[in-house]
């Protein structure tokens, strides 16, 4: 029997989630490097007795979404700030990630390359050593955290709400075609 209908829906479903995702990241200015928005992706693959629909992105993807928690050691001296909560449960030093420190280190330098971020000291004027700045920005992220994004659930969701009601127009408009060829 084809099912040429639904692999319709389920492929436009695929599309529709890309497609927001990326703008919604684009919309959030989670999107310097371009690397994670070029990583978006969806694979559909249709077997005898059954379809598998899959979604792909770059690893720290979804430490975007979902957020990470910030430690907010209590020995920490810098400015009281808002401590973000992951929705995910990720949190420095559990190993969900596989990056080293080094390249967290490369990653927020080429960010700051890519932002144009250059302060300078508020007293004297003289601008502040790339590295200090780089520390200063880790150190930061490590102790609030980073808030979740959604940038990819929220359009996985809204997507999926109609995706039901489609899938079972597709499959019936499916099975009344096979019908009508085996009736013939």
């Known amino acids: 029997m084809s099912v040429s209908n639904l692999n319709t829906v389920l492929n436009k479903f695929g599309k529709q989630v890309v497609k927001e995702s990326k703008t919604r990241l684009t ?43 910030g430690k907010n050691n209590s020995s920490f001296n810098g400015k009281n700030k808002e401590v973000f909560k992951s929705l995910g449960g990720f949190s420095f030093g559990t190993g969900n990630f596989k990056g080293k420190g080094g390249e967290w280190k490369k990653r927020i330098d080429k960010w700051m390359y890519q932002r144009s971020v250059s302060p300078r000291d508020k007293k004297s004027g003289k601008f502040i050593k790339r590295d200090t700045v780089n520390y200063l920005i880790r150190r ?39 019908l009508k060829d085996v009736l013939k």
Do not use: C
């Open 140 to 178: 930061s992220i490590y102790q609030h955290g980073s808030k979740a994004s959604l940038f990819f659930t929220k359009p996985f969701e809204s997507a999926f709400k109609s995706l039901p009601n489609d899938v079972v127009n597709a499959y019936g408009l499916d099975v009344e075609k096979f």
């Open 27 to 69: 919309k959030l200015k989670k999107n310097a490097s371009k690397e994670l928005y070029n990583s978006i992706s969806y694979d559909f693959k249709e077997h005898k007795n059954s379809f598998r629909l899959s979604f792909e992105m770059d690893e720290y993807g979804k430490f975007v979404d979902k957020g990470v928690s």
